[in-house]
């Protein structure tokens, strides 16, 4: 799961730098195109098809919209605003998918994990600062792709299980390029990749296919209430990196907000491993 994260915030370092000089759609594009290949050709080592029903089934399509939403919003967060800012505000989502199980699962929250979600809200607030000196309105484009991230992982959770893991990530790369379609197609501006830009496009991909098999190893193999926490170690990775690559200055109130999601993220998953 270390890993995982580690590899998830250098992919979000190199899209970032990459964004800088091609547009962000046309980013999202190649990198869907890229990750759709890669899986692609694991799905057919394996014996797979490509293609599998359960793409056309109601979960399926829920999961597409969330993951669109998500990849478009949050691709434009991290271009936009700082990367630690944006990789704080992503640190809700566990929260979200909690409060989206009880409304859509049925799902049973006790009170102490209601106020663990409540508490974790006031850091995410505590980050943003609405009507204060210190907010950033694209911190907003955080939020919105963390409510996409949550949706989508809400919808995983009824997608077919007999779709195998190659399966899920072709999936989940095509709607990276359908992002990209859709923010290219409203800025324009797309550009012959240069060398360069195709040799960083090729390691984000490469560590974003990485993660999300180091991820899948983690939450297979491993103990859940032991590894699910190290998805917080993220934010460490993504800080450091914004720091070092961009040179930014995460101030004390951004800080603190983040131990509050952080602490709040950790209480719930804890908890509802207890409720098990």
Excluded at 54 to 60: E, S, V
Excluded at 125 to 146: H, K, N, Y
Excluded at 193 to 203: D, F, V
Excluded at 214 to 240: E, H, K, N
Aim: aromatic share 10%; with cysteine; glycine share 12%.
């Amino acid at each position: 799961m270390g890993l995982a994260m580690a590899a998830f915030a250098i992919e979000d370092m190199i899209i970032k730098t990459i964004a800088e000089t091609m547009p962000t759609g046309q980013v999202l594009i190649l990198f869907g195109l890229g990750g759709m290949a890669i899986f692609g050709a694991m799905a057919r080592a394996q014996g797979a098809a490509l293609w599998h029903p359960g793409f056309c089934t109601r979960p399926l399509i829920w999961r597409a919209v969330a993951e669109v939403s998500g990849r478009l919003f949050f691709t434009l967060a991290i271009v936009l605003a700082p990367l630690s800012l944006a990789s704080a505000i992503l640190q809700a989502t566990p929260l979200v998918v909690t409060a989206g199980a009880v409304v859509f699962f049925g799902a049973r929250v006790g009170w102490r994990r209601w106020l663990a979600i409540g508490i974790g809200f006031a850091g995410v607030l505590m980050i943003l600062r609405p009507g204060m000196s210190g907010f950033e309105a694209t911190s907003l484009l955080a939020v919105a792709g963390m409510l996409g991230f949550a949706g989508r992982d809400l919808a995983t959770r009824a997608a077919p299980k007999t779709m195998s893991n190659a399966q899920l990530g072709i999936f989940g790369f095509a709607m990276l390029t359908v992002a990209g379609i859709i923010a290219l197609s409203w800025t324009g501006g797309a550009v012959w990749p240069t060398a360069a830009q195709g040799m960083a496009l090729g390691a984000a991909i490469a560590v974003g296919v990485l993660a999300y098999m180091a991820l899948t190893g983690a939450m297979r193999l491993g103990d859940i209430a032991v590894v699910a926490p190290f998805r917080y170690s993220r934010l460490v990775f993504a800080m450091a990196l914004g720091i070092v690559i961009f040179g930014e200055q995460p101030d004390l109130m951004t800080l603190l907000g983040s131990l509050v999601v952080v602490g709040s993220g950790i209480f719930t998953l804890i908890r509802s491993r207890k409720a098990e």
